[in-house]
């Protein structure tokens, strides 16, 4: 694992998030100015596998940091967690002389470059990119402020409209196993109740509290919902509320995917190009097989595999925070 490395590929694997470009121009630059050869490996883990693999330079990275999505594509490579698919990609890295990689994705992506970098000698960086902010070892994941951003800009639209009609809204925000966007937009939107996959709900107290602001006639109301949370989503919960409050006006709204895109933000852009920079130093410096984060604003590196058995925790803190600003 010591040999320096002087190919680099990149990839980008899992949900897209905004500001995987702008990691990946950060990574090109750095890589071109210390004299690397870099590759863009396309659709993910897909790529090695597949053999779909191109040449970079400065060019190929110009007018993208303002860009959603990436450039290089993404998918969730199901070949790839088969050793015969792992050989494939190797087979292909070598064929180049790729001798170290980037992988900007999620957990799951730092799970599938940590049992690589395992059975092969070619060192992998992680970046966290993902909007969920679910990874142990960083206080951000590129694109969680874009996405948590864009959620709360249609959390601030949907109240108007509640406001004006007297209307309970059930608002499901992204989030299969992480209740990051909606805690965070929650806050920020001064919702009534944030429900999340990590925390049990306590449904009755919700329908109380409901039935009560009824006959104070507080109507209005936001309910934050992760789409991971433990009823299934608003619409689930939507039927659970007026199954026992069936004159209670209420309406639900997916915000979906339209979270995932758009233009990152200034903090994504930052973010992005600090880790990408941070990302090439460490293949050059032989910290290999760690993923990048950052923490009370300073670079900050966890082993693949401790980030791959971690989770960010939600504190109680938060959560008690959250029923007093709501009150
Ligand atoms: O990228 C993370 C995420 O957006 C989760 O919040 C969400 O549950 C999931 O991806 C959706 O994945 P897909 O786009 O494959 O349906």
């Given at each position: 694992m010591s040999k320096k490395v002087t190919k680099i590929g990149v990839l980008t694997s899992g949900g897209d998030s905004p500001g995987m470009n702008a990691a990946i121009r950060a990574v090109v630059r750095t890589a071109l100015y210390n004299k690397m050869e870099v590759f863009g490996i396309m659709h993910g883990y897909t790529g090695m596998v597949e053999d779909d693999i191109i040449k970079m330079d400065g060019?190929?990275?110009?007018?993208?940091?303002?860009?959603?999505?990436?450039?290089?594509k993404t998918s969730r490579c199901i070949?790839?967690?088969?050793p015969e698919g792992r050989k494939k990609a190797y087979e292909n890295l070598q064929k180049r002389g790729i001798n170290g990689l980037v992988i900007i994705g999620g957990d799951g992506s730092f799970r599938g470059a940590q049992t690589f970098s395992n059975e092969f000698d070619i060192p992998c960086i992680g970046l966290p990119g993902t909007?969920?902010?679910?990874?142990?070892?960083?206080d951000y994941t590129i694109g969680f402020d874009t996405a948590a951003n864009t959620a709360v800009e249609a959390i601030d639209k949907i109240r108007d409209t509640a406001d004006a009609h007297d209307r309970l809204f059930l608002i499901e925000v992204m989030g299969r196993d992480a209740g990051y966007i909606a805690l965070h937009s929650g806050i920020a939107t001064g919702a009534e109740n944030i429900l999340i996959p990590e925390k049990k709900t306590d449904i009755d107290q919700i329908i109380q509290s409901l039935e009560e602001k009824e006959k104070r006639k507080k109507l209005v109301n936001i309910i934050i919902v992760a789409e991971g949370d433990e009823f299934g989503g608003a619409d689930e919960l939507s039927k659970l509320i007026k199954n026992k409050l069936p004159k209670l006006e209420t309406r639900v709204c997916i915000l979906g995917h339209i979270q995932r895109g758009g233009s990152p933000s200034c903090m994504d852009r930052v973010l992005a190009s600090r880790m990408g920079y941070h990302a090439v130093e460490s293949l050059i410096e032989g910290r290999h097989n760690v993923f990048v984060g950052i923490v009370n604003n300073k670079m900050n590196y966890t082993p693949l595999n401790e980030a791959v058995k971690k989770k960010q925790r939600i504190s109680e803190s938060w959560m008690q925070m959250v029923k007093i600003l709501a009150t």
């Open positions: 060019r190929s990275v110009a007018n993208i940091i303002q860009r959603g999505g990436t450039i290089l070949e790839f967690m088969q909007i969920d902010k679910d990874i142990a070892g960083t």
